[in-house]
């Protein structure tokens, strides 16, 4: 449920009403606005009698709320969230940021090189695994630790701020220690111990949807992060798992103008995940702009043919530097400026 006051509703009158929210033993939640303040009621199982809470003074009007993500959603949160990860900024109407970087840390002169081709052809941000989910065990695994090292050094280099993957709890800690943005990737969309882990940090959050997930539960699993305190969330679209094989995963561009329908947070889009084609990267870079993806992430190797993973998605420096040039000139006609 919503609490809706007026918006000339003085301080104690707020009070008063987290007062009887908590009273009816749920969680009273206010979310200051310009115009006026509102106040999430959470914890409810059911339906909640408002009875005695709609006639409290200042109370404008209260509305029952039956998704199961409310924090996420425009009803409890109507103003765009704006998301900083290291001055670089998401969502609201901001230019779209571009986050380019390898699939995986292989070595150095790999991500100094990785890191000086997303800075010079205009990327905002680099990204780069160290810890690697793979079908198969006996595939690249990552550095782990000493990748997370290397990326650092790299965005430093060049000032870009850096997001790389979690896997388990117990990595938690030395991902923050060198990452700008922690990312939680498809497999790990409803590891639930896990995002309740990250909502209690105060990083910023990339969350990507799961392979076969829903809307509904995307959100969802924003949800558990918001709901443990940490509103520096960013969600990220990489593709579905449909009938279709003629691309790695079918990408929804749809869910771009729809989160932005249901949900405050700002949304990006991956294409490389979701083609696994580098040939279709550029096109669907433009066509999610198009849709309204406050950012990109685009996989980008010195030299995607000996790249450890994902090379044939991947773009090299000059093609990124060409994809960066259609997309200056998309952001024009998209009323960005020259960006």
């Known amino acids: 449920m919503l609490i809706v006051m007026h918006p000339h509703a003085t301080p104690e009158q707020i009070d008063q009403v987290v007062v009887a929210v908590k009273a009816m033993g749920l969680i009273a939640e206010p979310i200051p606005g310009s115009l006026r303040t ?10 909640v009698d408002d009875s005695t809470i709609r006639n409290l003074p200042g109370v404008r009007e209260t509305i029952h709320v039956s998704k199961p993500y409310k924090l996420a959603s425009r009803d409890f949160h109507p103003q765009a969230t704006i998301v900083d990860v290291g001055g670089v900024r998401f969502g609201n109407g901001l230019p779209p940021v571009m986050i ?25 941000m ?20 000493e990748g997370l090292a290397l990326l650092q050094r790299a965005g430093q280099a060049q000032g870009l701020p850096v ?13 923050m220690r060198h990452a700008d943005m922690i990312q ?4 790990n969309m409803q590891n639930f111990d896990l995002l309740k882990e990250v909502g209690r940090c105060c990083h910023p959050v990339l969350l990507k949807r799961g392979m076969s997930a829903t809307i509904e539960e995307f959100l969802a699993a924003a949800e558990y992060i918001l709901a443990e305190g940490n509103p520096h969330v960013v969600l990220c679209e990489r593709g579905i798992r449909t009938f279709e094989r003629a691309t790695r995963n079918t990408l929804d561009l749809s869910v771009v103008p729809l989160i932005k329908e249901l949900s405050h947070l700002p949304i990006v889009v ?8 580098r040939s279709l990267v550029t096109v669907m870079t433009r066509a999610a702009l198009v ?34 040039a259609s997309v200056r000139q998309l952001l024009g006609f998209l009323g960005f400026g020259d960006n």
């Open 38 to 47: 509102a106040i999430g009621v959470l914890g409810n199982q059911g339906y």
């Open 100 to 124: 380019a970087g390898p699939c995986s840390i292989e070595s150095e002169e790999q991500m100094q090189a990785a890191a000086v081709a997303v800075k010079s052809s205009g990327g905002q």
């Open 126 to 145: 680099l990204r780069g695994g160290a810890f690697k989910p793979r079908t198969g065990p006996h595939s690249f695994q990552g550095l782990g630790v």
């Open 163 to 175: 997001v790389t993957e979690v896997m388990r709890i117990e990595q938690l800690d030395a991902v």
């Open 184 to 187: 939680i990737g498809a497999r």
């Open 270 to 277: 991956d294409p490389s995940h979701a083609t696994g084609k």
């Open 291 to 324: 849709a309204g993806a406050d950012g990109m992430m685009v996989e980008v190797h010195p030299d995607p043919a000996k790249a450890l993973c994902d090379g044939a998605q991947s773009l090299s420096g000059p093609e990124f530097n060409e994809l960066m």
